[in-house]
Nanobody, 125 residues
Framework: QVHLVESGGGSVQAGGSLKLSCRAS????????SAWFRQIPGKEREEVAS????????YADSVKGRFTIPKKPDDPDTLLLQMSSLKPEDSGMYYC??????????????????WGQGTQVTVSS
């Protein structure tokens, strides 16, 4: 059984940085897409960044240049999201997700097979 567990959320002032971590266990497929989604109350989850098993990354326009998924983490079962120059509109619940398929630009939730429980990020102005 696949489990995804996020950590690293918290509160930070605008302009600050946070690093989120997602630990995966139980996944046995060589091909995959791992992603971070963000959800604001009352809105659909939106994908902010993804990386596939070949190391190719995709970023939403709203986070390009500010968010990064490190391509070679020390632990291959861990997905990171380095967030810098945070803005109040970056606030929300952040979820990591895992798919058997390759990543897609603008991917929606139904591409993904597994989800973590989420970690809250709050950016104050």
């Amino acid at each position: 059984q696949v489990h995804l567990v996020e950590s690293g959320g918290g509160s930070v002032q605008a302009g600050g940085s946070l690093k989120l971590s997602c630990r995966a266990s139980g996944y046995r497929y060589s091909r995959h897409c791992s992603a971070w989604f963000r959800q604001i109350p009352g809105k659909e989850r939106e994908e902010v960044a993804s990386i596939d098993s070949d190391g190719v990354t995709i970023y939403a326009d709203s986070v390009k240049g500010r968010f990064t998924i490190p391509k070679k983490p020390d632990d291959p079962d861990t997905l990171l999201l380095q967030m810098s120059s945070l803005k109040p509109e970056d606030s929300g619940m952040y979820y990591c997700a895992l798919s058997h398929k390759y990543c897609e630009v603008g991917a929606e939730q139904d591409l993904y097979n597994y989800w973590g429980q989420g970690t809250q990020v709050t950016v104050s102005s």
